[in-house]
């Protein structure tokens, strides 16, 4: 078994008067993600993770925020179009783990559903799809609300071909 790792990180702005997309779910939230697409961070930091353990780049290379037909894009098409790559490349994901920086909102109840349309597109089971959340005890960017992060680590395994 040919196993790599991958790793993404993203950052997004959280401003008022956007939708507050994460993890492929729509969040009740009085501030949103500002970006090209819908922002939502988690699903670009698990895109980046893909690419990376692939070495196919980054997100940025394949969905440029130059594409104007990428604008407002819903990000769940761009983790669908990462995980096509990197099958291409005869890989498929073992598991994913990945952590949410924010001060506010609280999204522990939100979890099972980002796990759930997170699996979907990946053909995974949901514990195969890790979602943890952490603030900064109110220090920095994130403890000011200002933004929020998400890290994402992801195993894949490339099935030897039997000549
Ligand atoms: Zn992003």
Redesign the pocket.
Same mark, same amino acid.
């Given at each position: 078994m040919n196993c790599r790792i991958g790793f993404g990180i993203?950052?997004?702005q959280l401003v008022e008067d956007r939708e507050f997309w994460l993890g492929g779910i729509l969040i009740p939230h009085t501030k949103g993600?500002l970006?090209h *697409?819908d922002?939502?961070?988690l699903?670009?930091?698990i895109c980046d993770a893909m690419l990376g353990a692939a070495c196919l780049g980054d997100?940025g290379v394949h969905f440029p925020d130059t594409d104007a037909s990428l604008k407002n894009i819903d *990000?769940k098409i761009l983790l669908k179009k990462s995980f096509e790559l990197i099958q291409k490349e005869g890989y498929s994901i073992v598991n994913i783990d990945s952590t949410l920086c924010l001060q506010s909102p609280k999204i522990k109840d939100h979890v099972p559903a980002m796990q759930s349309v997170i699996a979907g597109i990946l053909s995974l089971p949901a514990n195969a799809v890790s979602i943890k959340a952490t603030t900064t005890e109110k220090m920095g960017f994130v403890g000011r609300e200002e933004g929020l992060v998400?890290y994402a680590s992801i195993l894949l395994e490339k099935m030897s071909t039997i000549s």
């Open positions: 993203d950052f997004h993600a970006g *697409s922002a939502d961070v699903l670009h930091a997100i *990000s998400a």
